[in-house]
Nanobody, 115 residues
Framework: QVRLVESGGGLVQPGGSLRLSCAAS????????VSWYRQAPGKERELVAV???????NYADSMKGRFTISRDNTKNTVYLQMNNLKPEDTAVYYC?????????WGQGTQVTVSS
């Protein structure tokens, strides 16, 4: 019933920007905190950002000042605006919702930062 679909990834040069989207069906984002994670080759999946039901946001240290997470509850969509991208940001980006003990993930969208 629950489906999360990420979009907006692609190839961008260092210093560039991308805006990722995560659209949900089967649940209302307004009732849950929503997270963005990423996983680079050879590395563990890491938390990027979290947005609460009230709209407050937290970020991993390496993303602070560059990334912005936001939500549009009328569209049931969460966004991740990524600015000043660096090669180390290259990864597959996933959105996530946890309901009780059940975690829901999208298929991921590839972000590649390269000159």
């Amino acid at each position: 019933q629950v489906r999360l679909v990420e979009s907006g990834g692609g190839l961008v040069q260092p210093g560039g920007s991308l805006r990722l989207s995560c659209a949900a069906s089967g649940l209302f984002f307004s009732n849950y905190a929503v997270s963005w994670y990423r996983q680079a080759p050879g590395k563990e999946r890491e938390l990027v950002a979290v947005i609460s039901t009230s709209g407050s946001a937290n970020y991993a240290d390496s993303m602070k000042g560059r990334f912005t997470i936001s939500r549009d509850n009328t569209k049931n969509t969460v966004y991740l605006q990524m600015n000043n991208l660096k090669p180390e940001d290259t990864a597959v980006y996933y959105c996530n919702v946890k309901r009780w003990t059940q975690a829901y993930w999208g298929q991921g969208t590839q972000v590649t930062v390269s000159s």
